[in-house]
C-alpha cells in the first residue's frame, strides 16, 4: 500500500507544470534596503530591542552584569573590580583605539567619563569609575533608559534594569571594604571626570 502511494505521488510530481515567474529584480532590491536604511537612519541605537537582556554573574573577578543578546557578547555591561565601577561598551569611536571619552545620561544621570578604546579580541570602550562616585547613587535608584555615547559616535540606549542597578549597590559597597591602597591604585583604563 505504501509503495503504491509513493508511486503515485511521484506520478502526480512528474506531470506538474512549472511556470515561470515574472520578478521585479529591483522591487525586491528596494524592499530589501528600506528597513536597513531607516535603522540607520535613527540618530539613537536601541540595542537588539527585542532579543537582548539583562544577564548577572558573580566570579573570582568580580560581580558583573551586561546587556545584549543572550548567548552573545554583552553590548553594554559593568564590572566591579577593586572599588572600581567599569563600565564596557561594544562600541568604537569614530577615530579608532585610544583615549576617548563615554558620556552616560539619564534620569538624572549626565556624566562624561575618560575612556580607552581597544581593538585587540572584541572591539571595546571601557571608563573606569571609582565607586564611591556620587552620582552612582542616583544611577543605583534610576529607571528608564541609559543613553552611552563614546567619542562622537551615534548614542546607544539601555533600559536601566535590577542587574545594572544591583550591581552598582553591590560595588559600593564592596568598596567601603576595600583597603585604601587597593582604592587609590591607577586603574586599568583611564579615569573618571564624573564627580
Known amino acids: 500500500m505504501r509503495i ?41 541605537a536601541s540595542i537588539g530591542a527585542t532579543d537582548s537582556q539583562w544577564s548577572a554573574r558573580s566570579d573570582q573577578a568580580g560581580p558583573w552584569a551586561g546587556y545584549g543578546v543572550p548567548f552573545s557578547e554583552a553590548a553594554f555591561s559593568a564590572r566591579c573590580e577593586a572599588g572600581q565601577l567599569i563600565l564596557s561598551t561594544t562600541e568604537m569611536p569614530p577615530t579608532g583605539p585610544g583615549r576617548t571619552t563615554m ?26 569609575v571609582n565607586a564611591n562616585s556620587q552620582w552612582l547613587d542616583r544611577l543605583a535608584s534610576a529607571s528608564g533608559n541609559l543613553s552611552i555615547q563614546v567619542g562622537g559616535s551615534a548614542p546607544i540606549t539601555v533600559p536601566i534594569g535590577e542587574p545594572l542597578t544591583s550591581l552598582v549597590r553591590d560595588c559600593r559597597s564592596r568598596s567601603t571594604q576595600v583597603p585604601a591602597s587597593e582604592s587609590e591604585a591607577a586603574p586599568a583604563t583611564a579615569p573618571s571626570t564624573g564627580s
Open 4 to 44: 503504491s502511494f509513493l508511486i503515485a505521488a511521484l506520478a502526480i510530481g512528474a506531470c506538474a507544470r512549472v511556470e515561470p515567474v515574472d520578478v521585479d529584480e529591483d522591487e525586491v532590491l528596494n524592499s530589501l534596503e528600506t528597513p536597513i536604511e531607516s535603522a540607520a537612519s535613527n540618530d539613537s
Open 103 to 128: 558620556s552616560v545620561s539619564g534620569q538624572r544621570i549626565d556624566e562624561n567619563l575618560n575612556a580607552v578604546a581597544r581593538e585587540e579580541g572584541l572591539p571595546n570602550t571601557e571608563a573606569s
